[in-house]
């Protein structure tokens, strides 16, 4: 598979991620088809897509998925996080489709070995799990299951890339893939602490939003400890922090989420946002497509090894470089 020239895209299902996928296609010129059973899927898909944009590109909604997916370069499915329903749908998707047609699940955790299993050519056949929401946040975590060629996955990390994101392999199946594994790793702490009456659930957010959250934004977990151990590097906070850190790890809890918890944490966020959801969602977001046009000013929108030197940036106006 070279990389196709995408002109026609088909996407299965009409809810928030596939709103955020016609977004981002749309934004990029290319003539998108929407596969929704619902009767009001059109009237939901409209609204979504007026939510992310000023002057949106309504694609066409049809029933089944194989109608969408005809003719398409490429299909982005974000269906239910059911199984059974996933391989229903791709083995549709597979009749329906040229073989060289990659077929791309959404799935937030599920194994794309399982997703292929009732499909005649499996081997197009992954995992693109956007961050949401798709159209604004760069990571797609890509994941080939046991029967996708390689060629397949070059194809979507190459398409992926020219639609503006930041795809990144993982080389195992696993349940959540990579980065949900991570942040269901912060969360299960968080509900412990929160749990334990050590910390107030809006004082705890603000513990990560203004202290590591930001470092996290602009370089991960791994570079920023490297950067936090100066000349010495990661090998010097290894060498002293490595063993406190250990007994960190042996004391962090294992929260069972019960009743009492749940409402803990719902009245917590609830009290926190103070029924401005959408305002705060909105603002996020503004701040979010900042934010991200600031890393790439900075070369922070890709890997270390491959960014510019300090010298090559300018600060912004007011800040001294």
């Known amino acids: 598979m070279m990389i196709p020239d995408i002109r026609?895209?088909?996407?299965?299902?009409?809810g928030a991620i596939g709103a955020s996928w016609c977004a981002l296609l749309t934004s990029h010129g290319i003539d998108v088809v929407v596969a929704?059973?619902?009767?009001?899927?059109t009237e939901r898909l409209a609204a979504a897509l007026h939510e992310v944009s000023d002057d949106p590109v309504i694609p066409t909604v049809v029933a089944s998925a194989s109608e969408a997916a005809?003719?398409?370069?490429?299909?982005?499915e974000a269906g239910p996080e059911r199984l059974d329903v996933k391989q229903a749908l791709?083995?549709?998707?597979?009749?329906a489709t040229a073989p060289e047609v990659v077929l791309a699940s959404s799935s937030s955790g599920l194994r794309p070995s399982e997703i292929q299993l009732d499909c005649v050519h499996p081997e197009r056949v992954l995992v693109a799990h956007p961050f949401n929401p798709p159209h604004l946040m760069p990571l797609v975590e890509v994941v080939g299951g046991r029967?996708?060629?390689e060629s397949a996955i070059d194809t979507t990390m190459?398409?992926?890339?020219?639609?503006g994101k930041t795809p990144v392999r993982l080389r195992r199946e696993l349940p959540g893939h990579v980065a949900n594994r991570l942040q269901a790793a912060l969360w299960r702490e968080a509900y412990h602490l929160v749990a334990q009456g050590a910390i107030s659930a809006s004082d705890l957010d603000l513990a990560i939003s203004s202290g590591p959250g930001l470092r996290w934004a602009l370089l991960g977990p791994l570079a920023t400890q490297h950067l936090s151990g100066g000349p010495g590097g990661m090998a010097h906070v290894l060498d002293h922090l490595g063993p406190p850190?250990?007994?960190?790890?042996?004391?962090?809890?294992?929260?069972?989420l019960t009743p009492q918890l749940i409402d803990t944490v719902v009245t917590g966020v609830t009290e926190e946002l103070g029924g401005r959801e959408s305002e705060v969602a909105r603002a996020r977001n503004e701040a979010l497509a900042q934010l991200l046009e600031l890393k790439i000013r900075y070369g922070l929108d890709r890997s270390p090894s491959d960014q510019p030197s300090a010298s090559d940036h300018s600060a912004p106006a007011g800040i001294p470089s």
Request: hydrophobic content about 50%; proline content about 6%.
């Open 90 to 95: 791709f083995a549709e998707l597979d009749a």
């Open 70 to 76: 005809r003719g398409a370069d490429i299909v982005f």
């Open 36 to 41: 929704d059973p619902a009767p009001d899927a």
């Open 245 to 256: 850190m250990v007994d960190w790890w042996d004391d962090l809890g294992t929260p069972e």
């Open 8 to 14: 026609h895209a088909a996407v299965i299902g009409a």
């Open 147 to 149: 029967l996708t060629s």
């Open 158 to 163: 190459s398409v992926l890339r020219e639609l």
